[in-house]
Nanobody, 122 residues
Framework: QVHLVESGGGLVQPGGSLRLSCAAS????????MNWYRQAPGHSSQQREL??????????YVAESVKDRWSISRGDAENTVVLQMDNLKPEDTAVYYC?????????????WGPGTQVTVSS
C-alpha cells in the first residue's frame, strides 16, 4: 500500500501562487509515475484531469493548459512531489489530488491522496 497526503491548498487571489506538496509513505518501490490531478467543481472523479506528472525515468509532463504557469518537481524531503502553481486563474479552482501509479506483478495500481482544495477568487 501507498499512503499519500497532500498539503498546501487554500484560497488565493487571481495571479497568486500556491505550492502543493504530496508526501508518500508505505510501499513506495516500483512507482511508475507520480501525478497531480484536479477535479473541477461539479465534475465526477472519473473526470479528473491530469495536470502534471513525473515518470520513473525522471521525465516530466505538464498539461498544455497550465504549462506556462506551473511546474512539477521532487520535493526536498524524500518521497515528496511538489506542484508549483503560479499565476493562478479562477478556472484553476478545483480539488487537487496526488496520485502514484505502482507496478505490482505486472499490473498498475493507482493510489490517491484525499485531495486538497484550491480556490482562486478575488
Amino acid at each position: 500500500q501507498v499512503h499519500l497526503v497532500e498539503s498546501g491548498g487554500g484560497l488565493v487571489q487571481p495571479g497568486g501562487s500556491l505550492r502543493l506538496s504530496c508526501a508518500a509513505s508505505g510501499s513506495i518501490s516500483s512507482i511508475s509515475s507520480m501525478n497531480w490531478y484536479r477535479q473541477a467543481p461539479g465534475h465526477s472523479s472519473q473526470q479528473r484531469e491530469l495536470v502534471a506528472q513525473i515518470r520513473s525515468s525522471g521525465s516530466t509532463y505538464v498539461a498544455e493548459s497550465v504549462k506556462d504557469r506551473w511546474s512539477i518537481s521532487r520535493g526536498d524531503a524524500e518521497n515528496t512531489v511538489v506542484l508549483q502553481m503560479d499565476n493562478l486563474k479562477p478556472e484553476d479552482t478545483a480539488v487537487y489530488y496526488c496520485n502514484f501509479r505502482k507496478m505490482t506483478l505486472g499490473e498498475l495500481t493507482n493510489f490517491w491522496g484525499p485531495g486538497t482544495q484550491v480556490t482562486v477568487s478575488s
